[in-house]
């Protein structure tokens, strides 16, 4: 069974530059979930989608973070614009119903200078 | 708040040796508890706990749930190089939601 899939990498931008992450779940999987993991925390909830539509976003910063997933498979999660304070690895993890065991994609670490 | 505390930050120890990693959690309608191993970036799974005092083991580590005191506890035996990474421990509340320590860093001197 493939795993979760994530691209970039990795990412460097400037700061006030817009970055787009990409993620695609384990074939079946109807939740997804993007987090974010700053150096020396635990990785913190951004957005949970059950399909296609939005379970939790209460902890998305909405001014500048989006996410979207239309067709309920494929994820993408943008910044704009982005702030120091956003460099962080960030991880999309899936999972096949929202109490079932998430199983992590490799992450995208990004760097904002 | 849903708050997940882990200890030791960080723990260094010879090969060979016994590790037990702790993690406690305050609760809003606890559901479960799961540890995840960390190496480079992505968290690989290890175990699912959501019954008191029932041990879950996977060859050398196991890990256990005290739901009276709060609890639960990691166990390596027999340490490898390979055991180094960030242990987390995360709690699972009443919507269903992952709450993340902020891990254990555990580095094993060959």
């Known amino acids: 069974e493939a795993g979760v899939a994530q691209s970039p990498r990795y990412k460097i931008i400037e700061k006030r530059q817009s970055v787009a992450f990409w993620c695609n779940p384990i074939s079946g999987h109807a939740t997804l979930y993007w987090y974010q993991q700053i150096l020396g925390q635990g990785p913190k909830l951004l957005i949970q989608f059950q399909n296609n539509g939005v379970v939790d976003d209460s902890q998305l910063p909405k001014d500048r973070f989006s996410a979207e997933r239309l067709k309920g498979v494929d994820s993408t999660l943008k910044i704009q614009p982005a702030k120091l304070e956003d460099s962080a690895v960030y991880l999309c993890?899936?999972?096949?119903?929202?109490?079932?065991?998430?199983?992590f994609g490799p992450g995208t670490r990004l760097t904002v200078l | 708040e849903d708050k997940v505390v882990q200890s030791p930050l960080s723990l260094v120890v010879h090969e060979g040796d016994t590790v037990t990693l702790n993690c406690s959690y305050e609760v809003t309608n606890f559901r479960s508890l799961l540890w995840y191993k960390q190496e480079k970036k992505a968290p690989t799974f290890l175990f699912m706990l959501t019954s008191s005092g029932i041990e879950k083991k996977s060859g050398r580590l196991s890990s256990i749930l005290d739901k009276k005191e709060l609890f639960s506890i990691l166990n390596i035996t027999a340490t490898q190089t390979g055991d180094s990474a960030i242990y987390l421990c995360a709690a699972r509340f009443g919507n269903e939601k992952l709450t993340f320590g902020t891990g254990t860093r555990l580095t094993i001197i060959p």
């Open positions: 993890a899936s999972s096949r119903g929202g109490a079932d065991t998430q199983y």
